[in-house]
């Protein structure tokens, strides 16, 4: 509820493809991300799972915060 309000933010530091999970899970086993780890199961993008594009632009700063560090 609290995300849904715009009060919290899951910050996303890297998403990978499917191909890529062992990459993932070895990043987040060095501890080499901040934030979450995404990996992108059934979509071939990000974003297609956005059901509030309003939303999600009002906390897209917040959200990506951790991208690229």
């Known amino acids: 509820r609290l995300v849904a309000r715009g009060l919290v933010h899951p910050t996303l530091s890297k998403v990978y493809p499917l ?14 991300h901040q934030g979450k780890v995404g990996v992108l ?3 071939p993008r990000e974003g297609l799972g956005i059901r509030d594009e309003q939303t999600r632009a009002r906390h897209l700063t917040a959200i990506n915060r951790f991208r690229g560090v």
Request: hydrophobic share 45%; charged share 20%; with cysteine.
């Open 41 to 43: 199961c059934l979509a």
């Open 19 to 32: 191909a890529e999970t062992g990459q993932a899970a070895f990043d987040v086993h060095r501890n080499a």
